[in-house]
């Protein structure tokens, strides 16, 4: 399981490394939102991995046999200042797309 | 009132006078600000006068704490050298302002100029009576300060501004090296204490750091001392007025610099470095300074190269390290003073009623200017050394210092034939000053064709001065014999030599040096006469090498061209290379701690797979790979594989326990969805042909990026695996899985957290969403999009064209067909997907749900009613005030929290109680559920608002280009 | 102690919060209203900041901890006011009324909720000065950026969302990087709290120290990428000089932000045990890097706006390396240093909208703000509202001067004070032992001395170009209430500096306790809940 | 993998008719996929996930219901609630894109597609659009 | 208070399969389900009569036949069965249903058949084009869609 | 007994529903057209959601249908969207 969820978190890394490289704004905004699932990811597994054992209170449930309730709060919120910032994100690329007549991240073509 | 409030009244007089000139800035008034000036002067030379007695018996002190724990206290100190040097300040301060009153013409903003003077004044007395040095580098860096202001003062002069600027680097480079040559001293002497570090002479003359600190010291005082390299400022500052070179080049601030050597002889000299650098800077000074005096047109480039001469004559004595030497520096800083401002202020009455200064242009002035003439004759006589004048007596103390043995080295030996020439330089320039400017026959074309006697008080402080030279060259023991006495007897203290100021010691060698240098420089100045007449300004050899071009085109290569080269190197504008390096960075903080401590990650166990996760995860992993590989030509194809890659994520999150963030995570999903579809609209098309010419280069960055990226890929993989492998040390989670039912009153804890326990975090996390709502609103206001995207894209433009080509057809059928059936179905989904949304909310505090994720469904709920009909159908049937839904949100959730305060507990503080309603039962009512609700109803809003104002761009855009169509019409 | 004022401690996170959630219900053109609103808010906060400073300095019967939730230390979120934070707090909103009163003058109109994001941005601050959390620090930080983004390109225009998109792409790398360090730091101690974080890191075993000190390395990038450290600084110049000036002055705090936390971290967590001085040499060698990188810039730069800029990384730069020697003295010099040089650069990016005004640059600049106002059926006529300025060439001339004064380190303003401590503790430090100063410490020295050398040439270029050669005639329009808050911040450092003994003797009373955290420590897990008997301290240590 | 503890308990014929409909639920989507794979136009690869969203799902709500409710010992329903709301959203999706991708074969000419009823556009009228 | 009852009920009633039958959720279910159809009401969508209720199971059960059956068809198909030359191509089909309700409904029928699909609705001619996965007659298809499908609708509402 | 079948039926059923997503990914990988891949996405959620429910039988939690359910119910939105992209270029219009 480790492995599958470690192997999954770098691959969707570097895929989210490789597009934040690219010149265009829409690469990058994509390769943002790869590399943040990727850090979801990351923090969710941080916590330990475990099957079937959501952080749920019912009768008589083994409170130790749970998952980790903390990595999971905190990736609840990364997601949703993730959402907030990849909206920014977009706006602001579609804002300097607008105002500038390229897609490219610096504004300007850069000469070949 | 006692000496040491006098001290302080002192120092701070001038600057309150400046202050008070400066208020007068919008009058003008050339006279009150004079006069005001005069008399803050005169008040400080009054009370100078009146504190010699107390200072005669000793240092006078005074003392406020500054930073007393750095040791850096605002100390003044006043004894005989300091008296001296303040008696100079304030009576040439007098009498310069006397004369400024009337140099300084109608035109000029005069209460500035008397601002920054007086200013300039407390700064400078400041210098001699701080009795802590880094107090003293206070004053020294202000005096760089107000000298810049001073020389600038005709900013409309190129050249003024050059020169004060000049003047403020090179002494400002100075003054950053002083103090940081202070700061060792005094650490080394254990105080910044003037009189502590005077004491530790020996233990400073000892310590290893004891050069550094000398260097750095001496690259401050001859820097300010214009000594060379250092000197070509003075010259240069020589586009002040008048009054100002008389009072700062050749009177006060180039004194500090020297005044700090005499101030700091008894800690630092002595030494043989000390002897060599010092030397070697004066005696080349003195030498170099008096042979471009000879061949300077200007009337102030010459008495400024004379000046520099002065000075390099006075550090060449303190090199010495004898007594009588230092006794002979001090001396010669009063008489240079003296004639030089003299001088200075008879060039000044020269070029006012001329309109020149050059010499080439300027004769036979004698005719006009009488009375100016013979005093300026008399202050040459005083500069060249003519015996009964005061210039003479210091003279032949140097002489004779130098022909004594000091360290015995080169410089030794060559010091008495140096001393002679320079001397008679100095003649042949004194001569050349007087007998080209007042002999010879009369001027022709002249600036100002009739000159004349200036105003009787203008040539009062000529007088005045040149009276003292003679009074101390004919007189010294009862004129400045025991002022002088008692400020060498400050700075030497025990070893104050036996010395004489006599005119006449008899026949002796310096005696002689003195007639050689008499004679020879007549002799000069005889030779050279006709040549000077006419050669251009500057010395022959040195003309091309000046030192100023040199410094302005170093400093121009250095700190613009390089700079701005080294900018372009260095740095980047463009944001490719800073994320490279910020993904570099990032990977080697994880990297290189693990790698240095000998990390090594546990072999994988591959026997614990689960080969649906597994076959989950490729999925995953070809999708994330996948829309690497799509997203510059396919976007629409990389958004789809992304959403793939977030499935993947979500089922991972259900599989491995979190049901909470599956759930939050799809609607996110969802959302970012339509959201980037939203923005897509908005971006160029791109096809594939464009790039397919790849440079070598794009390949090679390519490669790199490709390197890199699989570089995080992997590092991020063995940081994950390896601290999924260590098993999380149990520190707080138990404690949330045992409270959250018991004290949160939640079942779910992930919600409980996140409500409750972290609910301030939560609170943190809206505040982003709704700053990010309002930002994109914000810039939405001002969206202009680019103009291939004004237009309808090609699908619409289709249809539309269809629907009117067709008779039977109205505008818009294809779309309403097209969305007869789904928006129906759309319409329906309305109440289920709210009814659902409330669902997600109620059940949130036990089973996976919340706030957040209820939120965000009901935007949904929105959203899709915006899909189904367009904004326009939208809006006219559902008003959503955004703004209002996050006010409340945000309003509501810091009141659920401050609701605690009232309970005395604190913020945030939640209350469960279950309720016992009619009909219902047991009810759960959990303050985090209010708490909750604001989640929610931000959420709802700033989603909402997001989407939306995103939506409207496209009829925005629509209605401008109309607006603009129905515009260019009418034109 | 009253218990209400406990409740102080939660205000500078509270009041801007309301305020700015407030502001929401009202319209754009009620804008005396939001102005007031705004104005209120921030005196509030100061005087709060200013209640704290005070409390915190006087040690008996304040407790500077706050429960959040009123849950235990290491397992809820909790705040705490140590004379740190209280400094910092009493800066950012010393510097948000001038600030905030600058953008009443023209700039608040430019564009909607310019309020709303200020006070947001003022709540990011504070909490992240405040809080005692890992994870709740990056929510504070992505506060401050998120209202920071939108305050970057408030009032639109090309260049300012070019610059925007940069900064965002930039931070939000960083922001994945928190993030990666504070879940490996939760992964390997087990706790987010930096005080429990302190305390756990002595028992930890070589493995999970590795996997900490990894973590805290990649958590160190994030913060450094804020301080603007090179090379990861590129952003902060495009950026700063892009924004309006209003937003530019307050904006001289944040990359404070990364240093400040920086200094608390690495005093707390790698001050004493096994992982003492982690990272310390990035920091002294990175600052040291970015001092020259800065130098370089300062002279390199014809617009005063980056001229600004590459001072604020002199800056960063200057603290980052000094905080990197590690040295006490040293350290006291470099928060003094802070506020001073916070101060400094806050009223120059004022000052330099009000300089270029006249200029042809400064049109230009008005240029690209007039293309985003555009779209006629969405603009209000602008409208100035106040008292022009008399005397205005003086008075921005000697502002101006004052400035660069300041930013040489020349006397008398409080660059010299902060100049003079750093490099009196330095050099002190070095003679003291022995005589040798090691030879990084000869860089800083020297590197300082460059900078504020290159601050000195830069300025005089740049004032003599823009007073004296270009200026003449053209005199801008300046309203009272633009020039005053530039004048209200010098007026600051003044007394900065005459006040420099007891202001000093503030930070070394800071650094002192910072050096030992075990007060903070003990303060953080001792800290009582409410409605607690007082005899039970350190509730549920014991699981 | 986590063994199905919990379902020890139950009687076998409910474990059989789940299995059962499990596996048709699975069979038919995972047919359906195929059928998605390999049919060669689009518009009869819209034909094949609507196995997987009719009895795929159907099959796989019954499973579950089925052992809920058995396992539960009380009706579970709400996954009758999956099923509706799958079977009334699936054809607001295809239809949508089948228009879509008609509209776009349309757009490029394609022969293979009909023209727009009543009249047939003329190639005319796509070139002028074009 | 009630504009759509149908509809309340329906989500009262999803309301309890998703929380379980209490008496406090009924209450609760009931009060959103109001809120939610106000939502509905909002939209003023175009408001379906229902005439014969007793039609709707008779509906419901042909439309489950065909799926399973339609299943079944198109499974063999994928598997190369059926035994002929799969063919599949575009039918029209002209209907008389106008009603929007109706038309989503048979939308959804037809296109929840496996080897259907509705992909246009023509609202000047009335015409609905359908794809069809095997289609061997073309007359045999409209006839199904409007006598099997069409009619009852038609019958159910009006 | 029912133990064991239930175990294999799950772990066929889970399979295959993983084969029918990787299918549908290829799809979506391969395209040929943007259709293709929304359609695939649309299918790959319906996978995903059965395959969640088969989780939920495995795991014999009701906790987590509502991922399920929201898939059923709001998982169309997002192929709404790209599928009227594809139609009109713009998703609200």
Redesign the interface.
């Known amino acids: 399981m480790e492995f599958v969820l470690a192997l999954a978190i770098g691959i969707m890394t570097g895929s989210g490394v490789w597009l934040i490289l690219r010149p265009r704004t829409y690469q990058v905004i994509i390769g943002l939102s790869l590399m943040s699932y990727a850090v979801n990811l990351f923090i969710f597994g941080v916590g330990g991995v475990k099957s079937n054992a959501a952080p749920l209170l019912g009768e008589g449930v083994d409170i130790a046999a749970l998952a980790d309730p903390v990595p999971q709060s905190l990736v609840l919120t990364a997601i949703v200042i993730g959402f907030a910032t990849t909206a920014l994100f977009l706006v602001v690329l579609l804002a300097a797309r607008g105002l500038t007549g390229t897609d490219h991240v610096d504004g300007r073509e850069q000469p070949k | 009132m006692t000496g040491e409030t006098l001290l302080a009244l002192l120092v701070c007089l001038p600057f309150l006078g400046s202050l008070a000139a400066a208020a007068l800035l919008r009058t003008n008034s050339r006279v009150l600000a004079a006069r005001m000036s005069g008399v803050v002067a005169l008040a400080g030379l009054v009370m100078t006068a009146f504190l010699y007695p107390a200072v005669k018996r000793g240092p006078v002190r005074f003392e406020v704490e500054w930073l007393p724990q750095l040791g850096l206290d605002f100390t003044l100190r006043m004894d005989g050298l300091a008296w001296l040097f303040t008696m100079l300040i304030t009576g040439i301060g007098l009498l310069v302002v006397v004369y400024a009153r009337y140099y300084m013409s109608e035109e000029d903003p005069v209460p500035r100029f008397f601002s920054f003077l007086l200013a300039f004044m407390g700064s400078m007395l400041g210098i001699v009576l701080s009795g802590n040095i880094i107090l003293l580098s206070v004053f020294w860096e202000l005096t760089s300060i107000f000298s810049f202001l001073l020389i600038s003062y005709w900013h409309h002069n190129a050249a003024a501004r050059d020169g004060a600027r000049m003047a403020l680097t090179v002494t400002g480079i100075g003054g950053f090296c002083l103090l940081a040559g202070l700061l060792i001293l005094g650490h080394i002497a254990g105080s910044y204490d003037l009189d502590a570090v005077l004491a530790a002479g020996d233990r400073i003359r000892a310590h290893p750091l004891y050069l550094t600190a000398l260097v750095l010291i001496l690259i401050g005082a001859l820097t300010k001392s214009a000594q060379v390299p250092f000197h070509f400022w003075l010259p240069n500052a020589m586009a002040a007025p008048t009054p100002v070179s008389a009072y700062l080049h050749s009177a006060t601030m180039v004194k500090a610099g020297v005044f700090l050597l005499v101030r700091l002889w008894p800690a630092l000299s002595g030494t043989y470095e000390w002897f060599m650098l010092v030397g070697i800077a004066g005696i080349s000074t003195l030498l170099l300074g008096a042979y471009f005096a000879m061949f300077q047109q200007d009337l102030k480039g010459l008495l400024a190269y004379s000046t520099i001469s002065h000075l390099g004559l006075i550090t060449t004595l303190l090199s010495l390290g004898s007594p009588v030497a230092a006794v002979a520096a001090i001396f010669h800083m009063m008489n240079h003073a003296t004639f030089k401002c003299s001088l200075f202020m008879a060039a000044g009455i020269i070029d006012h009623e001329t309109g020149t200064r050059d010499m080439r242009r300027l004769s036979g002035l004698l005719r006009y200017l009488p009375a100016t003439g013979i005093l300026a004759m008399v202050a040459s006589a005083a500069m060249a050394g003519v015996p009964l004048l005061n210039g003479f007596i210091s003279k032949e103390m140097f002489f004779a210092e130098a022909v004594e043995t000091h360290a015995d080295s080169f410089l030794d030996r060559i010091l008495p034939y140096v001393a002679t020439l320079a001397g008679a330089f100095s003649v042949a320039y004194s001569l050349r000053f007087i007998h080209v400017v007042f002999f010879g026959p009369p001027p022709v074309d002249l600036p100002k064709p009739e000159p004349h006697e200036p105003p009787r008080w203008m040539r009062f402080p000529v007088e005045f001065l040149v009276l003292a030279c003679l009074v101390v060259g004919i007189i010294p023991g009862m004129s400045i014999g025991p002022f002088l006495h008692t400020a060498v007897v400050s700075v030497l203290g025990d070893r104050t030599p036996e010395y004489s100021l006599a005119v006449w010691h008899g026949i002796n060698t310096p005696l002689i040096m003195s007639t050689i240098a008499l004679v020879g420089g007549i002799a000069l100045y005889a030779v050279l006469k006709d040549y000077l007449a006419r050669c251009d300004d500057g010395p022959p050899l040195f003309r091309h090498l000046r030192g100023q071009r040199i410094f302005e085109r170093v400093l121009v290569t250095v700190s613009w061209k390089w700079a701005r080269w080294l900018e372009s190197r260095l740095g980047t504008r463009n944001l490719q290379p800073q994320l490279r390096l910020v993904a570099t960075a990032g990977l080697l903080a994880g990297v290189v701690p693990l790698y240095i401590s000998g990390f090594s990650p546990r072999p994988p166990a591959f026997g614990e797979v689960d080969p649906v996760f597994a076959a989950i995860w490729l999925v995953g992993s070809v999708c994330a790979v996948g829309a690497a590989y799509q997203a510059k030509y396919h976007r629409l194809a990389a958004l789809v594989l992304l959403g793939g890659a977030g499935i993947s994520t979500c089922i991972t999150f259900v599989w491995l326990s979190a049901p909470d963030l599956a759930i939050t995570q799809l609607l996110v999903e969802i959302v970012t969805t339509v959201l980037i579809l939203l923005g897509l609209r908005w971006l160029p098309k791109r096809s594939e042909k464009v790039d397919n010419s790849v440079a070598l280069a794009a390949r090679g960055r390519r490669f790199r990026d490709f390197l890199l990226a699989v570089g995080c890929g992997i590092g991020m993989f063995v940081f994950a695996y390896a601290i999924m492998k260590q098993p999380v040390p149990d520190a707080i989670a138990s404690y949330f899985l045992e409270r959250a039912y018991s004290e949160g009153g939640g079942r779910n804890v992930v919600n409980v957290i996140l409500v409750d326990f972290r609910g301030f975090d939560t609170m943190g996390e809206i505040c982003v969403l709704g700053i990010v709502a309002l930002t994109v609103f914000a810039l939405l206001r001002r969206f202009r999009p680019a103009p291939d995207s004004i237009e309808k894209p090609e699908q619409q433009l289709i249809q539309n064209a269809f629907d009117a080509e067709r008779p039977e057809r109205s505008a818009g059928d294809t779309v309403r067909d097209y969305l007869l059936v789904p928006s129906v179905i759309m319409q329906w989904m309305f109440p289920v997907v709210i009814t659902f949304a409330v669902y997600i909310f109620m059940r949130g505090h036990d089973l996976p749900g919340g706030g957040f994720a209820a939120g965000i469904t009901m935007a949904i709920a929105f959203l899709l009613q915006y899909l189904a009909g367009g904004v326009r159908w939208a809006e006219d049937r559902l008003r959503v005030l955004p703004l209002r839904w996050m006010g409340t949100g945000l309003l509501l959730a810091v009141a659920t929290g401050v609701g605690a305060w009232l309970l005395g507990y604190p913020f945030l503080t939640s209350h469960a109680r279950y309720v016992d309603l009619p009909l219902i039962g047991k009810a759960p009512v959990a303050s985090a559920l209010l708490f909750d609700l604001g989640v929610f109803s931000l959420v709802v809003g700033a989603t909402v608002l997001i989407l939306i104002a995103l939506a409207h761009q496209s009829i925005r855009t629509h209605r401008v280009r109309a607006i603009e169509a129905s515009k260019a019409e009418e034109a | 102690m009253n218990g209400w004022m406990q409740h102080l401690i939660v205000a500078p996170i509270l009041i801007p919060l309301v305020a700015g959630a407030f502001l929401l219900f009202f319209d754009e053109r009620q804008r005396v209203l939001k102005a007031m609103v705004s104005v209120l808010s921030c005196l509030a906060l100061a005087a709060v900041a200013i209640t704290l400073l005070r409390f915190s300095g006087a040690e008996a019967g304040f407790q500077g901890v706050y429960l959040l939730g009123n849950w235990p230390a290491p397992f809820g979120i909790v705040l705490v006011v140590d004379r740190l934070s209280a400094l910092m707090l009493v800066l950012a909103s010393v510097l948000s009324i001038p600030a905030l009163v600058f953008s009443l003058a023209r700039w608040h109109a430019a564009g909607p909720h310019f309020h709303t994001l200020f006070q947001l941005l003022m709540m990011g601050l504070n909490g992240a000065f405040l809080t005692g959390d890992l994870f709740n620090l990056f929510v504070f930080f992505e506060v401050m950026l998120a209202a920071s983004y939108g305050l970057l390109m408030h009032g639109s225009g090309s260049m300012r969302v070019k610059a925007g998109l940069h900064y965002i792409a930039v931070n939000l790398v960083a922001a994945l990087c928190f993030l990666i360090g504070v879940s490996t730091i939760y992964g390997s101690v087990g706790t987010l709290n930096m005080a429990d974080l302190a305390l756990r890191i002595g028992e930890l075993d070589p493995d999970r120290r590795m996997l900490l000190e990894a973590g805290a390395s990649v958590l160190g990038v994030a913060f450094l990428i804020k301080a603007g450290m090179w090379p990861l600084n590129f952003w902060l110049p495009g950026a700063y000089s892009a924004a309006t000036a209003p937003v530019a002055g307050v904006f001289a705090i944040m990359s404070k932000v990364g240093v400040y936390v920086i200094l608390r971290l690495s005093l707390l967590v790698f001050g004493e045990g096994e992982s003492a001085g982690h990272g310390l040499n990035v920091l002294l060698y990175g600052g040291m890097a970015t001092i020259l990188f800065g130098t370089i810039g300062v002279l390199a730069s014809q617009a005063l706006g980056r001229l600004a800029s590459y001072s604020v990384l002199v800056s960063s730069g200057t603290l980052l390396a000094v905080l990197g020697l590690g040295n006490g003295e040293v350290t006291a010099g470099a928060l003094f240093y802070l506020v001073s040089s916070t101060l400094t650069i806050s009223a120059f990016f004022m000052l330099i909208e009000l300089v270029e005004r006249g200029q042809d640059a400064g049109a230009s600049v008005l240029a690209v703000t007039m293309e985003a106002y555009g779209d006629a059926d969405e603009e209000e006529p602008e409208t100035e509202v106040g008292v022009t300025m008399p005397a205005t060439i003086a008075v921005l001339g000697t502002c101006f001067a004052a400035i660069g004064i300041l930013l040489s380190g020349l006397p008398p303003l409080s660059g010299f004070v902060a100049k003079f401590v750093m490099l009196s503790g330095m050099i002190g430090a070095g003679v003291q032992s022995g005589g040798t100063i090691p030879a990084p410490v000869w860089w800083i020295v020297a590197l300082m001395i460059l900078s504020g050398l290159a601050a000195l040439i830069s300025m005089t270029r740049a004032g003599i170009r823009t007073f004296w050669a270009s200026m003449e005639g053209t005199v801008p329009r300046v309203l009272v209430m633009e020039m005053a808050p530039v004048l209200v911040l010098l007026a600051l450092t003044l007394m900065l500096a005459v006040k420099a003994g007891p202001a000093m003797a503030y930070m070394e009373e800071t650094v002192r306790a910072l050096q030992h955290p075990a007060g903070y420590i003990e303060a953080v897990s001792g800290a009582r809940r409410a409605g607690e008997a007082a005899a039970t301290t350190t509730a549920g240590e014991g699981d | 993998m986590t063994p199905l503890d919990h379902a020890a308990g139950l009687p076998a014929w409910a474990a059989i008719l789940v299995s059962v409909f499990l596996i048709i639920g699975a069979g038919l989507t995972v047919i359906g996929t195929i059928g998605f794979v390999r049919l060669p136009t689009f518009y009869e690869r819209i034909h094949a996930p609507t196995l997987g969203t009719s009895w795929g799902t159907g099959g796989i709500v019954m499973a579950s219901m089925i052992f809920f409710t058995v396992l539960a010992t009380r009706p579970v329903v709400h996954e009758i609630l999956i099923g509706i709301f799958v079977t009334v959203t699936t054809p607001v999706t295809l239809m949508l894109l089948a228009r879509a991708a008609l509209h776009r074969d349309r757009a490029e000419g394609n022969p293979d597609v009909p023209s727009e009823p009543p009249v047939p556009p003329s190639a005319a009228v796509q070139a002028e659009k074009a | 208070m009630l504009p759509y009852p149908l509809l309340s009920l329906s989500l009262v009633v999803m309301w309890l399969a998703l929380n379980g039958f209490t008496l406090g959720q009924l209450i609760l279910g009931s009060i959103v389900s109001v809120f939610a159809s106000w939502g509905m009401a909002a939209l003023r969508p175009s408001k379906p009569r229902i005439r014969k209720w007793h039609l709707l199971p008779k509906l419901l059960g042909i439309v489950l036949y065909d799926i399973v059956r339609s299943n079944i068809a198109v499974v063999s198909l994928l598997f190369g069965g059926g035994g002929h030359k799969r063919r599949s191509d575009f039918i029209t089909v002209p209907l008389d249903l106008k009603d929007p309700t109706g038309l989503a409904i048979l939308a959804v029928i037809v296109t929840s058949t496996p080897g259907t699909a509705w992909l246009e609705y023509n609202s000047l001619s009335s015409t609905v084009l359908i794809h069809v996965f095997d289609l061997v007659e073309e007359a045999e298809w409209q006839d199904l869609i409007k006598n099997r499908y069409e009619k009852l609708l038609m019958e159910i509402f009006t | ?3 064991t ?25 391969r ?1 040929p ?61």
Not at chain 6, 6 to 27: C, D, E, H, P
Not at chain 6, 48 to 73: D, K, N
């Open positions: 007994m029912s133990h079948i239930l175990f294999w039926s799950v772990t066929i059923a889970q399979f295959l529903l993983a084969a029918a997503m990787g299918l549908a990914v290829f799809r979506m990988f395209g057209r943007a259709q293709d891949r929304v359609l695939a996405l649309d299918t790959l959620y319906v996978n995903s959601m059965l395959l969640l429910m088969v989780f939920g039988i495995r795991s014999g939690e009701v906790v987590y249908f509502e991922a399920s359910l929201v898939i059923g119910m709001l998982g169309f939105v997002a192929t709404v969207a790209l599928a009227k992209f594809l139609m009109r270029g713009e998703v609200i219009e």
